[in-house]
């Protein structure tokens, strides 16, 4: 079975300061891999995705994930916080021919001015 | 109207009540997809449709009813509900591609927000 774990539930980071959200999944097969974004009343929002290839993988918004096989790993990195990045994080594991996305509970991130 | 669109986007009914939840995706897509989304928890899958066959069914009671009348329309069809059943509920699409493997991406609307009296 897949699953997602995001260990963090809550991360608080100062504005301009650098941010990384982790992310470790559980999948038999080579993995699809996103990262979602939340804002407050708002649906998910795309950040990026690895299919294949180079396994760091650049999104919108200055956000850059890079995937390792070996940790079962995915996490979301931004050099430089802007306060207009507060929102709820989700990364989700995906593959194969079914249809199921499996997402984590979440990160819930804070940006102090 | 772009992207995925959701109405209404707030809604509160008493647990006799029947109503109805709509989406439209205006991407070309021939997937569609309700999720749930309660607090603290993971997001759920209800039900999935590709090319407006229903594919997946994921143990959702009865009193959710969905119907997909054509690849850019899903509705959720709503009757007595409980107050556990008070969620964000999220609709999403992407293009399948029968016959081949993989997954891609969902594009998700902004949700309609429930709440159960």
């Known amino acids: 079975a897949q699953s997602v774990t995001q260990p963090d539930i809550h991360i608080t980071v100062s504005e301009g300061a650098s941010l990384e959200l982790r992310c470790n999944y559980s999948?038999?097969?080579?993995?699809?891999l996103f990262w979602y974004v939340q804002s407050p009343g708002q649906g998910l929002q795309l950040l990026l995705k690895y299919f294949s290839g180079d396994t760091l993988v650049q999104g919108i918004k200055g956000f850059e994930a890079e995937f390792k096989r070996s940790q079962s790993s995915f996490n979301l990195r931004k050099p430089s916080v802007h306060w207009s990045d507060a929102a709820e994080y989700f990364c989700?594991?995906?593959?194969?021919?079914?249809?199921?996305?499996?997402f984590g509970k979440g990160t819930l991130l804070t940006v102090n001015p | 109207e772009t992207g995925v669109t959701q109405t209404p986007r707030h809604l509160v009914m008493g647990m006799t009540n029947k109503k109805s939840l709509k989406c439209e995706q205006h991407l070309g897509h021939n997937a569609m997809y309700w999720y749930k989304q309660s607090a603290k928890k993971p997001l759920e899958l209800m039900f999935v449709?590709?090319?407006?066959?229903?594919?997946e069914n994921n143990s959702v009671p009865s009193r959710f009813s969905p119907e997909c009348p054509n690849s850019s329309h899903l509705f959720l069809h709503l009757h007595t509900l409980q107050p556990e059943d008070s969620a964000l509920y999220l609709c999403?699409?992407?293009?399948?591609?029968?016959?081949?493997?993989?997954?891609?991406?969902?594009?998700f609307g902004p949700g309609t927000r429930l709440t159960v009296l």
């Open positions: 999403a699409s992407s293009q399948d591609h029968p016959g081949t493997s993989g997954i891609d991406t969902q594009y």
């Open positions: 989700a594991v995906g593959g194969g021919s079914n249809y199921k996305l499996t």
């Open positions: 999948y038999g097969a080579t993995p699809y």
């Open positions: 449709y590709s090319l407006e066959e229903r594919v």
